[in-house]
C-alpha cells in the first residue's frame, strides 16, 4: 500500500493511503520543535472532520525531524500579554477543541512518538486512542518552568497514568524517558528506534483491517462508559454490543470466520 498526498498546510504534511483507511498527519515545524500553533491545530482539526466524512479507519500523527511536539508555541502565547483573560481563553480555546475532537472522530487516533513529547505535545499524544514511542522519546509537562500549570494536557494525561506517579510529573515539570512513561500507563507500545517504522506500520495496519463499525462503535461506546458506575456501564455496554452484533460487518465476520476466508466489510 503506497501513500498518496493530500492538501495540507504548510505547518502539517497530511498523507493518505491509496484505499483511504489511513490517513498520516505529520507536523513540519522541526526548527521549532514542532510546537502547536493556530495552523497546526486546525490543520489537524480539518483532518479529523475529513476523516469522519471518508472511510478513514486510522489517523497517525507524528512531527517532522525526529522529534514528536514540543507544545503550545510561546511566541503566539505571548502576543496575548496584556490583552487580559478573553485573550488568553480564545489562544488556548484550539488546543482544547482539538483533543476534545480527537476523542469524538470515529477514527482510531494513533500517536507515533519520537524525541521530544512534552507540554501540550504530551496532551495531544494522550488525547490519541494509542501511542507509540522510541525507546529514545522524551515526555514531560515543564509548562511549571515558566509558571504555567499544564492545566488542558492533565485531562488525557491524568485519564492515562497512575495518580500519584502523574501528580508529579506536573508539578515538577520533570522530563522522564519512553520506559518511565510506559511503566507509569501513558504509552501502548515502546520499541527500539530501528524497529519503529515497521511496528508502527504493523499497528496501523492491524487497526486498519479491523471493521468500521466495530471501530466507530467500540471506540464512543469506551469514551462514553468511561465515567460510568460500574452497573450503569455494564448496561450501556449491553446495550452497545446489541447494536453491533445486528451490523451487517459482524454478520460478514461471523460468517468469514466459519468459511475461514477474510471479512469483506461493507460498513453497515
Not at 511566541?75 to 480564545?90: C, N, T, V
Amino acid at each position: 500500500m503506497t501513500d498518496r498526498p493530500m492538501d495540507g498546510n504548510a505547518d502539517l504534511g497530511v498523507r493518505e493511503s491509496d484505499d483511504g483507511l489511513v490517513v498520516r498527519a505529520t507536523i513540519d515545524r522541526p526548527d521549532e520543535r514542532n510546537a502547536l500553533n493556530e495552523n497546526v491545530i486546525q490543520g489537524l482539526l480539518d483532518v479529523l472532520a475529513a476523516a469522519d466524512d471518508g472511510p478513514t479507519r486510522v489517523v497517525v500523527i507524528r512531527g517532522a525531524g525526529g522529534t514528536f511536539c514540543s507544545g503550545g508555541d510561546l511566541k503566539s502565547m505571548a502576543s496575548s500579554i496584556g490583552q487580559g483573560s478573553q485573550a488568553y481563553r480564545e489562544g488556548f480555546a484550539g488546543l482544547s477543541n482539538l483533543m476534545e475532537r480527537m476523542v469524538e472522530t470515529g477514527a482510531l487516533v494513533v500517536a507515533a512518538v519520537e524525541g521530544y513529547c512534552l507540554a501540550g505535545g504530551m496532551g495531544l499524544a494522550g488525547a490519541c486512542d494509542m501511542i507509540l514511542a522510541t525507546e529514545e522519546a522524551t515526555f514531560g509537562t515543564p509548562e511549571v518552568d515558566i509558571g504555567l500549570f499544564p492545566a488542558q494536557a492533565l485531562v488525557p494525561i491524568m485519564r492515562t497514568v497512575t495518580e500519584k506517579q502523574g501528580l508529579k510529573l506536573l508539578f515538577t515539570g520533570e522530563h522522564i524517558d519512553a520506559e518511565t512513561a510506559h511503566e507509569i500507563g501513558f504509552t501502548t507500545d515502546v520499541v527500539p528506534a530501528e524497529d519503529f517504522e515497521t511496528e508502527l506500520d504493523t499497528l496501523v495496519d492491524d487497526l486498519a483491517s479491523s471493521s468500521p463499525v466495530m471501530i466507530e462503535m467500540g471506540k464512543e461506546a469506551y469514551y462514553t462508559q468511561r465515567d460510568m458506575g460500574f452497573d450503569e456501564a455494564l448496561s450501556y455496554m449491553r446495550e452497545v454490543i446489541a447494536l453491533i452484533a445486528m451490523s451487517e460487518d459482524t454478520e460478514e465476520g461471523i460468517n468469514a470466520f466459519l468459511m475461514d476466508e477474510e471479512p469483506d466489510w461493507s460498513g453497515r
